[in-house]
T-cell receptor, first 110, second 113 residues
Framework: AQRVTQPEKLLSVFKGAPVELKCNYS??????LFWYVQYSRQRLQLLLR??SRESIKGFTADLNKGETSFHLKKPFAQEEDSAMYYC????????????FGSGTRLLVRP | SAVISQKPSRDICQRGTSLTIQCQVD?????MFWYRQQPGQSLTLIAT?????????ESGFVIDKFPISRPNLTFSTLTVSNMSPEDSSIYLC??????????FGEGSRLTVL
């Protein structure tokens, strides 16, 4: 079955430090991968998707099909980046249905 | 963007009762989904709410436990029936706009005693 794994429940870094939130998936085909973010007291929102290949709020993520990974990276963390981050997968022709990882809480300390 | 209103935002219910959660969107919507997030767990898709017809349920979810209605394009309800403490979760409505963008509601936090 398709699965998304985020091995870290909590990632704590100091402001200005690099950040990498890990995401691995299990699917033999070509899925679409997403990162969603939930800031305190806000709704879940899309951060970025692999097909757009863009950088949002300084975050980037590269799909590595060989390693079946889609790690989220930012070279210099900011305190406002503190949030819950979810990696998600959508199968081809699955009509927007998402399979989520368990989430990683990022805490950026001053 | 879209304004997605979920009601109630939270509730505390007694075992054996049922609760209906509403999701209202202010934009034209092509698809609506209901997700569940149990404490400490990931979001899991319950079903796709189909306008004017029965919802399409994912494996492990059944209509008798989670009846869903979608009478029009912008409104849907999810009922959690005969609740037990294991149903304590956050229930989220998700919509896909005509633009293809997907948004989530703020969620309804349900606690069953």
């Amino acid at each position: 079955a398709q699965r998304v794994t985020q091995p870290e429940k909590l990632l704590s870094v100091f402001k200005g430090a690099p950040v990498e939130l890990k995401c691995n998936y299990s699917y033999s085909g070509s899925p679409e991968l997403f990162w969603y973010v939930q800031y305190s007291r806000q709704r879940l929102q899309l951060l970025l998707r692999h097909i757009s290949r863009e950088s949002i709020k300084g975050f980037t993520a590269d799909l590595n099909k060989g390693e079946t990974s889609f790690h989220l990276k930012k070279p210099f963390a900011q305190e406002e980046d503190s949030a819950m981050y979810y990696c998600a997968l959508s199968l081809p022709d699955s009509s927007y249905k998402l399979i989520f990882g368990s989430g990683t809480r990022l805490l950026v300390r001053p | 963007s879209a304004v997605i209103s979920q009601k109630p935002s939270r509730d505390i219910c007694q075992r054996g009762t049922s609760l209906t959660i509403q999701c209202q969107v202010d934009s034209q919507v092509t698809m609506m989904f209901w997700y569940r997030q149990q404490p400490g767990q990931s979001l899991t898709l319950i079903a796709t709410a189909n306008q004017g017809s029965e919802a399409t349920y994912e494996s492990g979810f059944v209509i008798d436990k989670f009846p869903i209605s979608r009478p029009n394009l912008t409104f849907s309800t999810l009922t959690v029936s005969n609740m037990s403490p294991e149903d304590s979760s956050i229930y989220l409505c998700s919509v896909v706009l005509n633009t293809g963008e997907l948004f989530f509601g703020e969620g309804s936090r349900l606690t069953v005693l």
